[in-house]
């Protein structure tokens, strides 16, 4: 998957024939560097053709330092944590609503129907968007269980961004995301954890 998400971001940043690259060409801006202009991730869709592709997506920019981090902050719905077997398998399926799935241990390997396959390994987050056509295939390999958190979006406005840090409905005074970030109305109270 790193090998993948590096691709990407190569095809992205070189020019097509090589007497049109620069001699010092700048660094690519992958999904993982905090000074990009937007949280960038890959996205599993389901294409006009019936089968699920990859592609990046850039997601809406709620925060960060510019030049230093990128934050992007979204509604979910539920969050799910489950471990899984090596040598478990799920034939092709979609997904119902979209949503982000992070691996923290194990791998998992994900197969298009164009016949390629993807491995998912620790760290790596995928948004699975293919709630439409024939979806994807997912086998456990390897010798360890895979553990996965999966963070499903709501159906409708799924990419709606979430302005604010606190939950809803909670004033910054009480919430430590504001204050971590300097809120005016924290003052210097020191933080704690709500």
């Known amino acids: 998957m790193k090998r993948l998400l590096l691709l990407f971001a190569l095809s992205a940043a070189l020019p097509a024939h090589a007497e049109d690259r620069p001699t010092a060409a700048p660094p690519p801006v992958s999904p993982l560097s905090p000074g990009a202009n937007a949280f960038r991730v890959l996205e599993m869709y389901g294409g006009a053709d019936g089968e699920s592709h990859l592609k990046m997506k ?3 920019r709620t925060g960060g330092v510019p030049g230093k981090s ?3 902050r979204l509604y979910a719905t539920d969050v799910e944590i489950g471990d899984t077997l090596p040598g478990d398998f799920i034939d092709y399926h979609g997904v119902s609503t979209p949503r982000f799935l992070i ?3 194990g791998q998992l390997e994900v197969g298009l129907g164009d016949g ?3 491995i998912l390994s620790k760290g790596d987050i995928v948004l699975a968007n293919d709630v439409t056509g024939r979806g994807h295939t997912s086998r456990i390999i390897g010798t360890e269980p895979v553990r996965i958190l999966t963070v499903r979006l709501p159906k409708e406005n799924s990419f709606a961004p979430k302005i604010g840090s606190c939950p809803d409905g909670m004033p910054a005074e009480q919430c430590v995301s504001a ?3 300097g809120s005016p109305s924290a003052g210097n109270a020191p933080a704690e954890h709500k």
């Open 58 to 60: 850039a997601l809406p």
């Open 70 to 72: 990128v934050q992007s």
């Open 103 to 105: 691996v923290l241990a």
């Open 116 to 118: 390629s396959k993807h």
């Open 179 to 181: 204050r971590l970030q």
